[in-house]
């Protein structure tokens, strides 16, 4: 008796829940504000999947019909589209719901380009969606990516020329430009990156890195552009989508790769979903606010709690900053979406990817294989804030790691090594395991890593103090050194825009917003200024055509009166890098290079004076400068 009363109202509860689904479905009115992707290609390895947000989505009927294209308006330059009638170019491979009924997400087949008509429809009530395939550009599967060859120079985009003060300030974002304001928008742009191009490829970089300029609408603190507010779109105070691909159109012009910086971790309270989230695990959520620990050995420390583990991972990066939660299979899908998406719409060379440990870690690797498998040679570099190389090196795609994890992270940027030259040149060095010998030390680790020419190497970056600023004395003799490390030892070399000229920063006790200062114009520049400059374009012009200095082998030497020496090599050529730190002149002890320079010719010419240096006499380094010589094979 008891069974059947629980049968009965089982089915009872069943004919409930099937009234309630049809009333719900009488009385929804779906209607289509936005679907993301933007647009789609042909013969993309990704499967498509649809996003619709609006009203009332879920469980309406989804279908697609082609539309004809009948010409361009001359005035809009849209297209004019004619009468949609069926089609076997898309294929709807199903559909489902979200927690939000605002939600539906769609699986759709590609099969050939044109313009599609989304119908979305409840009983007798339906809203459509115009969507637009494209062809895909060719050979855009196998484009080239950085490499150890390139320079890549990072633009703290707001802060570095304003090319246009007409955007300054929109009525569609929340906060204005206020030069005035340390922390506030300054007015730098993509027309101002345009107008800078000639200067970078000048200076001998063959690569841009822009801080994020997706749309970051937060009410303060905007202008870093960390917390993205719109995935698709950029923020229209840096300019417009079809502006930014325009400044990869012309950057490659001039020889110069592109990167896109984006952030997967977290997104910033501005963006439109958190009116209306797909679902209430999107997002990692808590009681009250609650940081990362940022804690990033928790990913493999044996001995490590779950607790510890899960704060890391799911704390939020800050109060603006909700922490994204990847382990969500459509958001995760989302985010490998929009990836491939900005590399395909702008034909980028390459990604970085802002705070990367803090993302969860298994999902992260299949995010990277998944734009990896559309373009197998693109090069991802994921920032990696850590120390030391063994924390670092886990990060790397084919680290030998204990517990098996592979990240699919092609490249990691080089903290450490970052760390050895800033102690190496903050002081005089006059002591036991000071001065060079720490960066001996960290190069001496490189056989932690997978592959130590994708290590992304630099001595500053927009969230540190400018090399200037921390260098003994801010001498500009030893900012060169520096530069000349960067230059010259193993990994993917990376400047940020005014070390060129060895800018300081304005304010050291404002941290970031001190830091982050305009490119100094051409115009103003000190003689000091020049001096540098021009430094830098001989050194990386130089090192552009130098394979040795991309590919070649490294072996160094050891010595306790703060110099370093080492060579870059192969069997054809070297190049012999001589520093001295001191501040006494030092001699080059060339009878310890015997093993390697017995193979080589002793005379060669100086990268930066251009003078001969003849290694079979005695040379004498000056205090706080270098040697860089080319030497052929004997």
């Known amino acids: 008796m008891k069974k059947l009363l629980s049968i009965c109202l ?159 300030s929109t009525d569609n974002t929340l906060e204005k430009a206020d030069k005035q304001n340390l922390d506030g928008r300054w007015g730098g742009d993509i027309q101002g990156i345009i107008n800078s191009l000639d200067h970078i490829a000048e200076l001998g970089a063959t690569a841009i890195w822009p801080t994020p300029l997706l749309l970051d609408n937060e009410p303060s603190w905007s202008y870093h552009g960390y917390a993205c507010g719109d995935y698709y779109h950029i923020d229209p105070r840096f300019g417009t989508n079809e502006q930014y691909r325009e400044m990869v159109e012309k950057a490659h012009e001039k020889g110069l790769k592109v990167l896109m910086d984006i952030v997967t971790n977290h997104s910033g309270l501005g963006h439109w979903w958190y009116n209306d989230l797909p679902y209430q695990d999107w997002i990692h959520q808590f009681p009250e606010f609650t940081n990362s620990i940022n804690v990033f050995t928790t990913n493999y420390d044996p001995n490590a709690s779950e607790f510890d583990r899960k704060l890391h991972e799911n704390g939020w990066f800050d109060t603006h900053m909700p922490d994204m939660n990847l382990d969500n299979p459509d958001l995760l899908k989302y985010f490998q979406q929009f990836a491939i998406w900005w590399v395909e719409y702008a034909d980028l060379d390459g990604l970085r990817v802002d705070t990367y440990p803090y993302n969860e870690k298994e999902p992260m690797s299949e995010w990277c294989k998944a734009v990896r498998n559309e373009y197998p040679n693109i090069n991802i570099v994921g920032e990696c804030w850590t120390r030391p190389a063994t924390n670092i090196a886990y990060w790397q795609a084919g680290a030998r790691n204990i517990d098996g994890f592979n990240s699919n ?67 500009p003799r030893r900012v060169k050194l520096a530069i000349t490390l960067i230059a010259t030892i193993r990994g993917i070399p990376q400047l940020f825009a005014g070390d060129e000229y060895a800018m300081r920063s304005a304010d050291m006790s404002r941290g970031h917003s001190g830091l982050r200062q305009p490119l100094p114009q051409r115009d103003t520049l000190t003689a000091a200024q020049k001096d540098m400059f021009d430094f830098h374009r001989r050194l990386f012009q130089f090192r552009k055509t130098e394979p040795v200095l991309h590919n070649g082998k490294t072996m160094h030497f050891c010595t306790r009166d703060n110099t370093y020496a080492f060579f870059r ?66």
């Open 10 to 168: 089982f089915a009872a509860l069943l004919l409930s829940c099937s009234e309630q689904t049809r009333q719900t479905l009488e009385n929804a009115e779906p209607k289509v504000s936005r679907v993301e992707p933007l647009s789609w290609w042909t013969d993309m390895q990704m499967p498509l999947t649809l996003m619709f947000y609006g009203q009332d989505l879920q469980d309406a009927r989804v279908t697609v019909e082609k539309l004809d294209n009948l010409g361009t308006n001359l005035e809009t330059g849209e297209p004019i589209l004619g009468e949609p009638h069926r089609t076997t170019g898309l294929k709807i491979r199903g559909q489902h719901n979200a927690e939000n009924k605002n939600y539906l997400f769609v699986d759709v087949e590609v099969r050939e380009a044109g313009d599609y008509l989304f119908t979305l429809s409840q009983g007798d009530k339906s809203d459509s969606w115009v969507y637009h395939i494209d062809k895909r550009r060719e050979g855009s599967r196998n484009r080239q990516s950085f490499t150890s060859a390139d320079v890549i120079y990072l633009i703290m985009s707001d802060r570095f020329v304003d090319g246009d003060p007409s955007n300054n």
């Open 569 to 634: 090599y192969n069997d054809d050529e070297a190049v012999f890098v001589f520093l001295n730190a001191a501040e006494q002149p030092r001699l080059i002890p060339v009878s310890h290079y015997d093993e390697i320079l017995s193979h080589y010719q002793l005379v060669g010419t100086d990268a930066i004076s251009g003078e001969t240096v003849d290694l079979s006499q005695p040379v004498t380094v000056a205090p706080l400068t270098s040697v860089v010589v080319k030497l052929a094979k004997r």
């Open 409 to 475: 992270l092609p490249s990691v940027m080089d903290f450490p090594t970052e760390e050895a030259i800033r102690q190496a040149l903050e002081n005089d060095g006059n002591f036991w395991g000071g001065g060079l010998t720490r960066v001996y030390d960290a190069i001496s680790q490189d056989f932690l890593y997978a592959d130590v020419n994708k290590l992304l190497v630099f001595v500053g970056n927009h969230d540190m103090d400018h090399i200037a600023d921390v260098v003994k004395d801010c001498d």
